[in-house]
């Protein structure tokens, strides 16, 4: 059963434009979200993360925000550039003490140039 | 400071067969975990070492097992392989222990099951 979930399997945008890539979860346990980055032939790389009790950090061009009524998280790239065209997978934890992140499916973003 | 390595990077392996995949940690990272990643799945958890000692395991058979050394190298080892083992391996290092702390990952094994 897929505790976090990306339903879109893809996104292209335009360079300089925002891209927002959406991701649902259902646990209502989790207490803390991560993105990652991963290009090909490399391991996913850390982007940005965020805790239960807030609703959004941002960090440069990449804001996460956090709707826990709705238990939806969003990464928003502003403005977005060729390099970003990667995969991005939305991860989530439950309990502090563990290292044990459920990750979704992935977004594969293609920003044109 | 070298990033977290795994090998062999890939490998072909038959049915029935066993297989294992190494992974060395970031230098000074005492927490090892082991993902696996298929197309339709995304990345799911296998197990966590911290100090040579499993402490979390995931959703797996008893056909998926590792370990972890004084060096804080680890081994994950899969038995009686299955079609279905086909996949991409992460192993992922942190200082310490807990979801909390970043998580570097390794380049991956690509495992590939005929």
């Known amino acids: 059963d897929q505790q976090v979930k990306q339903n879109s399997p893809s996104l292209s945008v335009q360079e300089g434009r925002i891209s927002i890539l959406n991701c649902d979860y259902t646990?209502?346990?989790?207490?803390?979200f991560l993105w990652y980055k991963k290009y090909p032939a490399e391991g996913p790389t850390f982007l940005i993360s965020i805790s239960s009790i807030k609703d959004k950090n941002e960090d440069g061009r990449f804001t996460v925000f956090l709707n826990k009524s709705a238990k939806h998280l969003s990464l928003h790239i502003v403005p977005s550039q060729p390099g970003d065209s990667a995969v991005y997978f939305c991860a989530a934890s439950a309990e502090t003490g563990a290292n044990n992140l459920f990750f979704g499916t992935g977004t594969r973003l293609t920003v044109i140039p | 400071k070298a990033g977290v390595t795994q090998t062999p990077r890939y490998l072909i392996k038959t049915r029935g067969q066993q297989v294992t995949l190494s992974c060395s940690p970031i230098s000074g990272h005492r927490s090892v975990s082991w993902y696996q990643q298929t197309p339709g799945q995304g990345l799911q958890f296998l197990f966590e070492?911290?100090?040579?000692?499993?402490?979390n395991k995931g959703n797996f058979p008893g056909r998926f097992s590792g370990r972890q050394f004084s060096n804080s190298r680890s081994e994950m080892n899969v038995s009686t392989l299955e079609l279905g083992d086909s996949a991409l391996y992460l192993c992922a290092s942190s200082l310490l222990a807990g979801a909390h702390n970043e998580q570097f990952f390794g380049p991956g094994t690509r495992l590939t099951v005929l």
């Open positions: 646990n209502s346990m989790f207490d803390y």
């Open positions: 070492y911290f100090s040579e000692t499993q402490r």
